[in-house]
């Protein structure tokens, strides 16, 4: 007995070791590349419209063509049992690697077109666009080391903070002319898709040498496993497709509508407002592959459940306060002449409750309930749909923001009568 308690105490302290070295290599990487997209834009100066236009191109494309393959990764139900590891290994490559080489083609022709379509330089967009590819290789391998090899993630930290100081001197000599600045705008990507790739050839290359066949000796790509990848990643790649309709398209809806102080206003805010949404984000997204192993304990779940929804609420609360509280302090800091308050409030309001909904997507995930996932995504893209070119039509920039708030709140509403539902049919059943 005292042997079993010792054999869970150990496995406990390795899930959550586990747990805070995942959370802190993501932080360090979305962290550092936060920071050094906001130090880059700061260099630009009233130039860097289409620099952060680029990113927002980047970021929206890249969730398009990742279609759904890391989260199903992290929530460990891509692979059935009794499958073959190694030909599902080498079709989630395939899908993998053609997503990455179309996407890019893809992502540069946007960018270029929207550079010249706003008169903007295409020289440091064009450099950005090449984030794609790095975000694509950095996300699929670290899913992997998160979700599949123990250690994998706090072996990465080392060379992720490495990566860290190395661009903070880039950036350094880049403020003092000493290096041009589009060296900096891909550098730090490029850093830590080495690095993770390192790692996830040395775990791989232990695997081997303790008798784990990986599949990696062999080259050829099975059509059918990269059909059945597909195949099974499509309910949450249609989730995130369809959930660009209302996420991710408001920069562009902007930058149709707008000009000048007050596009660039939004830009700034809305990168902004991307660094709770990463940080919470990445907590979520951690998340998913404990919640997701006690979908089948029915004795922890439930508890689980409650303390992730309160941190949910928590967190969405306390950012958006924060972010409308250093408005005079944001102002200054880019030179923002005027700030329209209407617009920041509209920001901060669609920032809390995004928090609040990446926290239940990813706990649907987790669950293994893609159909309520998909149902609420696809009212959501129907009501955006609806709401976004009206609404930018008749107020603008501050237009966007509304129809962006009022399909969050209804994003929110459906989650909480999901959830109630859940509960009131469980405690039902109970009473029974």
Same mark, same amino acid.
């Given at each position: 007995m005292k042997r079993h308690q010792i054999h869970n105490t150990g496995q406990l302290m390795l899930h959550n070791l586990n747990m805070i070295s995942a959370t802190a290599a993501r932080l360090l990487f979305f962290g550092g590349r936060y920071v050094s997209m906001l130090l880059i834009a700061r260099l630009l100066g009233v130039d860097s419209a289409g620099f952060l236009l680029s990113l927002a191109v980047v970021e929206l494309l890249r969730i398009l063509f990742d279609y759904g393959l890391e989260n199903s990764l992290l929530a460990r139900f891509h692979q059935q049992p009794?499958?073959?590891?190694?030909?599902?290994? !080498?079709?989630?490559?395939?899908? !993998?690697?053609?997503?990455?080489?179309?996407?890019?083609?893809?992502?540069?022709?946007?960018?270029?077109?929207?550079?010249?379509?706003?008169?903007?330089?295409?020289?440091?967009?064009?450099?950005?666009?090449?984030?794609?590819?790095?975000?694509?290789?950095?996300?699929y391998i670290q899913a992997h080391l998160q979700a599949g090899r123990p250690g994998g993630m706090a072996a990465l930290m080392p060379p992720l903070a490495l990566a860290v100081a190395v661009q903070a001197a880039l950036l350094m000599l880049a403020k003092n002319n000493y290096i041009p600045l589009w060296l900096c705008a891909i550098t730090f990507e490029a850093m830590a898709l080495v690095a993770s790739s390192f790692i996830g050839f040395?775990?791989?290359?232990?695997?081997?040498?303790?008798?784990?066949?990986?599949?990696?000796?062999t080259s050829s790509i099975d059509s059918v496993a990269w059909k059945t990848v597909l195949g099974r990643i499509a309910p949450l790649g249609n989730v995130a497709l369809i959930g660009i309709a209302y996420n991710r398209l408001d920069a562009l809806a902007v930058s149709w509508v707008a000009g000048g102080a007050l596009f660039a206003q939004y830009l700034i805010y809305q990168r902004l407002a991307s660094a709770p949404l990463m940080f919470f984000s990445t907590i979520a997204s951690v998340s998913i592959s404990t919640l997701s192993d006690d979908r089948h304990s029915p004795e922890k779940l439930p508890k689980k459940i409650i303390r992730f929804r309160q941190l949910a609420y928590g967190?969405?609360?306390?950012?958006?306060?924060?972010?409308? &509280?250093? &408005?005079?302090?944001?102002? &200054?800091?880019?030179?923002?002449?005027?700030v329209n308050h209407q617009l920041l409030g509209l920001q901060c309001m669609v920032m809390t409750l995004q928090i609040v909904n990446g926290f239940h997507a990813a706990l649907l995930i987790a669950l293994g309930k893609l159909p309520q996932l998909w149902r609420i995504a696809r009212n959501n893209a129907v009501m955006a749909v609806l709401l976004l070119p009206l609404s930018a039509w008749k107020w603008g920039t501050v237009g966007v923001a509304l129809s962006l708030c009022v399909v969050e709140i209804f994003?929110?509403?459906?989650?909480?009568?999901?959830?109630?539902?859940?509960?009131? &049919?469980?405690?039902?059943?109970h009473a029974r």
């Open positions: 009794g499958e073959s590891g190694i030909s599902f290994r !080498r079709g989630k490559l395939a899908v !993998r690697l053609s997503a990455t080489v179309v996407g890019q083609l893809v992502t540069t022709g946007v960018i270029a077109i929207l550079c010249q379509r706003n008169g903007t330089s295409m020289g440091l967009p064009l450099i950005a666009s090449l984030q794609f590819s790095c975000l694509m290789g950095f996300g040395r775990f791989r290359a232990l695997e081997n040498k303790q008798g784990v066949s990986t599949g990696a000796h967190a969405g609360t306390i950012s958006g306060v924060v972010l409308a &509280s250093a &408005s005079p302090l944001i102002a &200054s800091f880019f030179s923002l002449t005027t994003c929110a509403a459906q989650h909480a009568w999901l959830f109630y539902r859940t509960t009131s &049919s469980q405690e039902h059943s």
